[in-house]
């Protein structure tokens, strides 16, 4: 099912590191590179669309949809991992002449933000995180069942309800574009590989973030936002990046789930706005 004639995810399309490369961009001045989450039917323009508008009055806003999701080309022979993830986002970088950037993360955004700090320090000038793994924890439940995804309206909206501490946050337009950016071929290939396939019940698997002790080699200043109530992401993987960081600053929202920037949008425009200037 082709989707991207109609689809909102939909943006302009440049070449990074060799793909065809799905991105939204907005405004002018600093440059500010938004990265998604992982899941089904995610896209840079679904995590960010509700806060581009603000933050393009100051920023020049790019929102790349990186490789395995999205719109952003697929190979049928692609093999995921963060150092292909580094490389796209690199890649787009340098295809949009950004030499260096904020970068703004939720979920594997974020994670792939500190991986490009680890190993690109000079390209990142300053990165929010939200709802970000660091260290090791255990599988949740919610991610587990992500795992075995199948397309359909009825199963988006069950694993969608997941995300947020309330669930009202989601709507049936939300449901319905998800879904459809989920019918792509190879959609799900990159999510399972940033999470273990679920063992039998009972049996605990351990989900990998960048290890705590690669976070103090982290030079960037850091603005750590996490919600308490977080079930995809536990909040002590927030504290974790928060202690270890040297120059990392902690905001925690109750009765807040995975997605800051959606359930506490104004606050999360007002903190991040802040700190990026």
């Not at 795992?147 to 946050?169: C, G, H, I, N």
Request: hydrophobic share 40%.
């Amino acid at each position: 099912m082709d989707t991207s004639a109609r689809h909102p995810a939909v943006g302009k399309t440049v070449e990074a590191n060799g793909l065809r490369t799905n991105y939204h961009e907005a405004g002018d001045g600093p440059p500010v590179i938004f990265l998604h989450g992982s899941g089904a039917g995610v896209s840079g323009w679904e995590n960010w669309h509700g806060v581009m508008p603000a933050f393009a009055r100051r920023h020049r806003v790019l929102v790349p949809d990186i490789v395995g999701f999205g719109f952003t080309e697929r190979q049928p022979d692609a093999r995921y991992n963060i150092k292909v993830w580094v490389q796209h986002l690199l890649g787009f970088m340098d295809a949009m002449n950004v030499q260096q950037a904020d970068l703004v993360g939720n979920s594997f955004g974020g994670a792939l933000a500190l991986a490009v700090a680890l190993r690109n320090g000079h390209r990142v000038r300053r990165m929010v995180l939200m709802g970000t793994p660091a260290g090791e924890f255990e599988q949740r439940a919610s991610s587990a069942r992500s795992w075995y995804y199948q397309p359909s309206l009825e199963s988006m909206a069950e694993l969608l309800r997941t995300f947020p501490y309330d669930p009202a946050v989601i709507t049936d337009e939300m449901v319905r574009l998800r879904h459809e950016v989920s019918l792509q071929a190879g959609g799900m290939d990159a999510y399972r590989k940033l999470f273990p396939e679920p063992g039998q019940a009972g049996e605990v698997k351990m989900v990998k973030g960048i290890p705590e002790r690669d976070l103090e080699s982290i030079a960037a200043p850091v603005l750590v936002l996490h919600g308490r109530d977080d079930q995809r992401v536990p909040v002590e993987c927030g504290l974790r990046i928060a202690r270890r960081c040297p120059r990392a600053d902690l905001l925690m929202f109750g009765q807040c789930g995975h997605w800051v920037q959606i359930e506490r949008q104004d606050a999360f425009v007002q903190s991040a706005m802040s700190f990026l200037a």
